[in-house]
């Protein structure tokens, strides 16, 4: 038996099942016709797709380790929801991390090198070729960058070490690691930066047809970033007049710098030079000069990611919570908070679980099934075990079973099953 790997003759195998995702990554192989997850950081299989950068060396930390060295205050550059620049132009752009200019490519190549090295080290098997899992669509407004999205990809696993990759859309990988039951069946796999929907059918004998595959560029980042735009950033002058410098009139504070303090994989350009002095600016003049000050502070000790883990934080308990949650800012001045009531929640959250809602009933009519045929929704991602995102799937199909068994881990095994078809 190979450490970790309850093997026996079975070494052969050299492809590995990656789901690298916006929010979280895993990785797998088949073992005796089972999924076999690797152990990524002690005692969890999955880690955060994070990164960190020690600005005095070339050391990349990675998952829980880099989201430590953040809230530790260690001096660095973190970044999250990599996935999210993939197709962009801002993947290519070389940027200063960790003493030397590199591009986002680059980036994701280490942390998926990191991946395959701890899966090696895991099984004493060697990996030349990887089953990653995709979006139906990385860009669904844009087909041109939703094609360069997936040759980014490919070539950041290249350039990690592997000689080929395969890619899965995550929803039919996710079908594949689910128990069969007779019926139609909707797959809502709801992840950190999309949306996607797999429609299927099973016979008496788990016989599974896949009808139709769709999806969405809206996931559970873009809640975060309501949440954010809504209810945060007021906090620290979004919506504020600024006074004209020459004059009585005023106007009110340019909404991108806000916007962009609210988007995860946007927070790091925040810092540059230029919007430090646009926030500057806008506190001087400002007719709230005290929230201005706020998002001066939150550029000068780059606290952007403190503010979006606060976000999600305050999100997670909002969908436990009977009452009413708030966001603990207390990082950008003690005792901030931002209350989260249930009602402005809902204003922020309704449209965007409406759109999910919309995509999934799309898929159920490009695969030419009425949603009252849907006898069961499985439910995968940890964005899709939210209550208003439940409740509209449920009134979606009616008379289907709501399954959340595997939510966290069914794309991955998915993966490590189809590895070395």
């Known amino acids: 038996m190979v450490r970790g ?54 050391n990349m930390q990675i998952g829980h380790r880099a989201v430590r060295a953040l809230i530790n205050g260690e001096e660095g550059r973190f970044l999250r929801a990599l996935k999210s620049l993939l197709g962009t132009p801002l993947l290519h752009e070389e940027r200063r991390l960790g003493g030397e200019r590199i591009t986002f490519v680059t980036v994701i190549a280490r942390f998926l090198a990191q991946i395959k090295q701890r899966a090696e080290a895991a099984t004493g098997l060697t990996f030349t070729e990887a089953l990653s899992g995709r979006p139906v669509y990385f860009h669904s407004a844009d087909m041109a960058r939703n094609a360069q999205a997936e040759k980014d990809l490919r070539a950041c696993y290249l350039e990690a070490g592997f000689h080929d990759v395969r890619f899965m859309f995550e929803p039919v990988a996710a079908l594949r690691a689910t128990a069969p039951v007779e019926g139609y069946g909707l797959i809502a796999d709801i992840g950190g930066g999309t949306s996607d929907f797999t429609v299927f059918h099973q016979d008496a004998a788990g016989k599974t047809d896949i009808l139709a595959s769709h999806g969405l560029r809206l996931g559970g980042t873009d809640f975060d970033r309501q949440i954010s735009i809504d209810s945060v950033m007021p906090l620290f002058g979004r919506g504020s007049e600024i006074r004209n410098s020459f004059g009585p009139e005023t106007h009110i504070a340019p909404k991108r710098i806000f916007n962009e303090l609210a988007t995860w994989q946007l927070i790091p350009f925040v810092y540059a030079p230029e919007a430090r002095k646009l926030a500057a600016d806008l506190a001087q003049f400002a007719t709230e000069p005290g929230k201005l000050a706020r998002l001066v502070s939150v550029l000068e000790y780059e606290l952007g990611h403190d503010v979006a883990f606060a976000v999600e934080r305050g999100k997670i308990s909002a969908n436990k919570a009977q009452d009413a949650a708030e966001i603990n800012l207390s990082m950008v001045e003690p005792g901030l908070r931002a209350a989260l009531p249930a009602e402005n929640l809902s204003t922020t959250m309704t449209p965007l679980a409406g759109q999910i809602s919309h995509e999934a009933r799309d898929a159920l009519g490009l695969a030419n099934v009425k949603p009252a045929q849907i006898n069961r929704v499985v439910l995968v991602g940890g964005s899709a075990l939210m209550g208003i995102v439940q409740s509209e799937l449920a009134a979606l199909c009616p008379d289907a079973q709501l399954d959340a068994q595997n939510a966290m881990t069914a794309v991955a095994s998915g993966l490590a099953l189809a590895a070395n078809d």
């Not at 192989?29 to 994070?50: D, F, H, K, R, Y």
């Open 5 to 58: 790997l309850p093997l026996t003759k079975a070494t052969h195998m050299h492809s590995l099942g990656i789901d690298f995702g916006t929010s979280n990554s895993a990785a797998g192989v088949s073992v005796n016709g089972a999924p076999w997850l690797i152990e990524m950081e002690p005692g969890e299989n999955t880690l955060p797709t994070a990164v960190f950068f020690d600005p005095h060396s070339k």
